[in-house]
């Protein structure tokens, strides 16, 4: 699945969430211009709608500044009309198909990851009635949820490429290495694409083969989540700040770094990385 269509599927989940939330019985948005996507920075496309009766707004393009929701993507937070045709506050650039779609009371939240906007949800009524407090708290519910998976999947891409970086052993840098393998390993679970999490999965087998191990260990099989626990208990870990990682309860990391011990015929935390490792299980 391509990066544009995990995008969509998750710009559809929000807009779901944000119309049961509200209880507004239109939702609609788009993501800004990024890398491999076409478009143009501080511009949003309006890909995906909820609720909508026409197709008046679907690949609409809004700029910043103009209209209800690039005033939103100009200042980085809510903007709300109770009568998008009559409101004084805003430019009505786009008002031809906010009235096609029969659209009164509108509000836009953007999207916000390291303090750059990178897409405007919006949820509409088609009567002339206020927003209140409460449907706005829950528009910008939806837009957090975007927000964690648009960041999840950056810091996924980020430690891909410090991970495909050539590092010779011997260098000091294989300290790098292990810091990104567990941190990989760690963010795995969190990946909605089933592509990506597969590539970093990938990416984590090949640091932990190329670390050459000294004495290849008979063939050991360790559960994922053995392996994610001794990768961070190798970084100095407690259990507790490997829970935390990992949002496990510390007792269940300590029962798999129990089964891990005992899987590697360990009988100390150390004991068990420096097996892993000779096993080609961790760099």
Known sequence: MSAQAVEAVEMRAALVRLRRGTGLPVAFGGLTASAGRAGVAGQVRLAELSGAATHALRGLVVTAGNGLGGKALTLARACAVTD????????????????????????????????????????????AQPLGDRTLSAAMAAARDV????????????LLAAAAAPVAEGTGAWEEVREAHGALRALAPRIVDP???????????KL????????????????????????????????????????????????????????????????????????????
């Open 84 to 127: 998008y045709h009559d409101s004084r506050h805003i430019s009505h650039e786009y008002d031809f198909a906010v009235a096609a779609e029969g659209l009164r009371s509108v509000l836009a939240v953007p999207v916000v990851v390291r303090r750059r906007v990178r897409g405007v949800l919006y949820g509409a009524l088609r009567s």
């Open 147 to 158: 927000e964690q998976a648009l960041l999840v999947r950056d810091e996924a891409q980020a």
């Open 195 to 205: 592509a990506l999490r597969a590539e970093l999965l990938a990416v984590c087998g």
């Open 208 to 283: 932990a083969s190329a670390a050459t191990p000294v004495e290849q260990e008979a063939a050991v099989v360790l559960a994922p989540r053995e392996v994610d626990v001794l990768a961070c208990v190798a970084g100095g870990a407690t259990n507790a700040a490997a829970a935390e990682r990992l949002g496990l309860r510390p007792e269940t990391v300590k029962g798999y770094l129990r089964s891990a011990m005992r899987k590697l015929g360990a009988h100390t935390r150390g004991e068990a990385v420096a097996s892993a490792r000779r096993a080609g299980l961790l760099p």
